[in-house]
């Protein structure tokens, strides 16, 4: 399987459960972002990990926790979560270490997983 | 802080006509790098075409190319020869010049519908 892998694609959760959402990158990528897409809103990142280790956290409610095992997944954990957090999450990844002169870090992302909270 | 702005929440486009998605933005950044992305209804973000600010060309993929205007602020997108296929979602998104994992700032898109 190559790209960015995400899982599960739908998920219907009420406020009090516990979820998980995954993403799997096949590409060889050392930083890996989780974004939210709301409707009519634009992206907004949500946490950047960079060789496992997270190096930003856009204010982020505590109701999502972020892990990443390895350079390859990450997950996003969910729990106590409000209906404004329906949303469509996008997983990406990069190749860092770029710059505008010698190539874009460009940002490969997964299909997403469309979340609704009840 | 970056910005970035599409005005056109929807287009309409004749197939096999050309089409400009408009996209401006604003960075304090000398240096800096624009993106493309389609997002068909599917969900997944398909990465179009960039821009580096200090390239002196416009880039040009396929049939996508980027009309850049530095003075401007603008980093428009032009599809040629639009196919059904095109329709979905266009999302303007820029990086600052720091190297490393860099994360995108995005615009709040513009929804293309090709028209047979």
């Known amino acids: 399987e190559t790209g960015v892998t995400q899982t599960p694609r739908h998920l219907v959760m009420g406020m009090t459960n516990k979820k998980s959402l995954k993403c799997e990158q096949h590409l060889g990528h050392n930083a890996m972002y989780w974004y939210k897409q709301s409707a009519k809103k634009p992206l907004e990142l949500m946490f950047v990990?960079?060789?496992?280790?997270?190096?930003e956290n856009n204010s982020v409610p505590s109701r999502f926790s972020p892990e990443c095992p390895n350079s390859s997944h990450l997950f996003l954990h969910l729990h106590t979560l409000q209906p404004e957090d329906s949303a469509l999450y996008l997983c990406?990844?990069?190749?860092?270490?770029?710059?505008?002169?010698?190539?874009?870090?460009?940002?490969?992302f997964g299909a997403g997983s469309r979340l609704t909270v009840l | 802080a970056q910005k970035i702005t599409q005005t056109q929440p929807g287009m309409f486009v004749q197939e096999k006509e050309a089409v400009t998605l408009d996209c401006t933005y604003d960075?304090?950044?000398?240096?800096?790098?624009l993106f493309w992305y389609k997002q068909p209804s599917s969900g997944e973000m398909i990465f179009l075409i960039y821009q580096g600010s200090y390239d002196q060309q416009n880039a040009t993929e396929g049939r996508y190319s980027l009309n850049f205007q530095k003075a401007r602020k603008s980093a428009n997108l032009v599809i040629s020869a639009s196919q059904l296929g095109d329709s979905a979602m266009y999302f303007c998104?820029?990086?600052?010049?720091?190297?490393?994992?860099?994360?995108?700032?995005f615009g709040k898109g513009t929804r293309l519908s090709v028209i047979a």
């Open positions: 960075t304090s950044d000398p240096s800096y790098g």
């Open positions: 990406a990844s990069s190749q860092g270490g770029q710059d505008i002169f010698s190539g874009a870090n460009v940002l490969t």
């Open positions: 990990y960079s060789l496992e280790e997270r190096v």
């Open positions: 998104a820029m990086s600052p010049p720091v190297s490393g994992n860099t994360p995108l700032v």
